[in-house]
């Protein structure tokens, strides 16, 4: 079964993000502010709800049941995700299914977090056990270096300058300057970009994610929920590839090159006819493998024809709200915001940067760096329904 | 420094699975890997949630044996440089010309 008939996503929220938190923030604090926004948004209340899925870094010790609990939800559906920045559409996909198969009627998926410095500086240096052992040790701080790397592979192969990858950081910027929730909103133009503080050669500030703290939520009902009256988003096709080379390659074609054609199958739509795209953006270079991978770039004849062509230009609009190199990067929220940014989008709430007649678009999903590139890809291709 | 073949099916692979991803088994050998080319290497100059600069090397190294490991190297080195590798007691592997 292919096909996710029957569900509708009815609302999608961001708690706004902030680069320095003020005092008594806390995780469980940000994701209660995007299960409350959410149930506003979706008319819903809290004892309508019957499924919950978190996904969060600095949540524990707490796991999604005692998030529940602490929220006053009773469940008949519950589920913890920890694939970064492929977890918003991990929990979709789970969530649908479980919508599907009558495990729940009303499910509210959050993601977020909140870091202190310490917090941070844990997280990355013990994400895995291959990092523990074999990174730490490096003292990597992270996966800066090995993007910064796989930058170079991409560069190589691509023939692509900082310049390319400038324009994309400045592309962004120009859409984070119409979300207000964006945390940064200035212009950033070509000369301040090259001039910016280099962290790991090539990549400079601008082409790594700002940490922030925040939130997102969004809902599910079943189409014949009362909520889904009324501005509902479709699911017309999902699909995830895990660990799709080991390791093995040189991180410039994800999980997605693999999936791509069955899910444009599934959704009996092409690329060209995707209004915008949310696409994962912890690095520039990964904008490009995925979009790339997606059949995006399938009419253009090289990836920097692409990238000035049709994204810098807007003709294909991605990343929106400014993606996560402008608005912000909140941990594991930053598996849902691309897909926050799309719904909100196909619900044509998107204010001064709302897409025109935004009917359908596609969000990806990448993450969970294992030794020298993320394990994970997902992609989702969304329909604006029709309200009732 | 020592990477890890599959005794069922000589998949080698660095780090360590649990089970061979090519075959399923689980019974590995280790093999000599303390030579290799460096393929990419980036000059590491901030860390997150670090003050100031603090340079470092990162390269990633194509070993003899197969796999590639991820290494800090003594001094920059441009790709296609052929390097030692070695363990230090911390665990990092560190690569150095010879």
């Known amino acids: 079964m292919n096909d996710f008939a029957g569900v509708s996503i009815v609302a999608a929220v961001e708690v706004p993000y902030t680069r320095h938190a003020p005092a008594g923030t806390s995780t469980a604090g940000l994701l209660a502010q995007a299960l409350k926004a959410a149930l506003l948004q979706a008319q819903l209340s809290a004892n309508e709800v019957d499924g919950l899925g978190v996904a969060s870094f600095t949540l524990p010790p707490d796991h999604a049941i005692d998030f529940a609990w602490r929220a006053g ?59 523990r052992t074999h990174l730490r040790p490096l003292n990597t701080g992270g996966p800066n270096p090995l993007f910064a790397m796989l ?15 400038a324009a ?28 910016a503080p280099l962290v790991a050669e090539p990549l400079c500030r601008f082409d790594c994610v ?21 501005l509902p988003v479709r699911i017309r096709a999902l699909r995830a590839s895990y660990n799709v080379d080991h390791q093995h390659g040189d991180g410039l074609v994800t999980g997605l090159a693999g999936i791509r054609d069955a899910l444009w199958r599934d959704a009996n739509l092409r690329p060209v006819d995707m209004n915008f795209v949310s696409v994962y953006d912890d690095y520039p270079s990964m904008i490009l493998a995925q979009l790339n991978d997606l059949g995006f770039a399938d009419d253009q ?59 359908f678009a596609a969000a990806s999903g990448y993450g969970m760096v294992q030794y020298r590139y993320g394990m994970c890809a997902n992609a989702v291709v969304l329909e604006r329904g029709a309200a009732q | 420094m020592n990477v890890f073949a599959c005794v069922a099916c000589g998949q080698v692979d660095f780090p360590r699975r649990l089970l061979c991803p090519s075959c399923g088994r689980d019974e590995f050998v280790e ?4 030579n290799g080319s460096v393929e990419d290497v980036t ?30 190297l003594e001094h920059l080195l441009t790709p296609g440089t052929v390097v030692l590798l070695r363990v230090e007691s911390d665990g990092a592997i560190v690569g150095f010309s010879g």
């Open chain 1, 151 to 165: 930058t170079q592979r991409q560069m190589r192969t691509s023939q692509l300058t900082r310049e390319d990858y």
């Open chain 1, 73 to 131: 939800l009773s469940v008949s559906w519950c589920m913890d995700d920890c694939h970064g920045g492929a977890s918003g559409i991990n929990l979709l996909q789970h969530a649908a299914r479980a919508i599907q198969a009558g495990d729940a009627n009303v499910i509210v998926l959050v993601s977020g977090d909140h870091f202190e410095a310490a917090d941070f500086t844990s997280l990355v240096e013990n994400y895995n056990v291959t990092t």
């Open chain 2, 31 to 34: 093999v000599d890997a303390a």
């Open chain 1, 301 to 359: 004849p090289d990836l920097q024809t692409f990238i000035h062509e049709r994204i810098a230009s807007r003709r294909l609009p991605v990343n929106t709200s400014g993606g996560q190199l402008s608005a912000g990067q909140a941990g594991a929220a930053a598996g849902m915001h691309g897909l926050v940014e799309a719904i909100t989008q196909l619900r044509h709430e998107a204010g001064a940067r709302q897409v025109d007649d935004a009917r």
């Open chain 1, 168 to 195: 994309l950081c400045i592309a962004q910027r120009e859409w984070a300057s119409m979300n207000p929730l964006a945390v940064y909103r200035e212009p950033l133009t070509l000369d301040a970009y090259l001039a």
């Open chain 1, 210 to 230: 700002p940490v922030v703290s925040g939130a997102n939520a969004i809902v599910l009902t079943s189409s014949t929920h009362r909520c889904a009256a009324r």
């Open chain 2, 43 to 72: 000059t590491l100059h901030h860390r997150a949630g670090k003050a100031g600069e603090d340079i470092a090397y990162i390269a990633t190294v194509l070993t003899q044996a197969g796999p590639r490991v991820i290494a800090r």
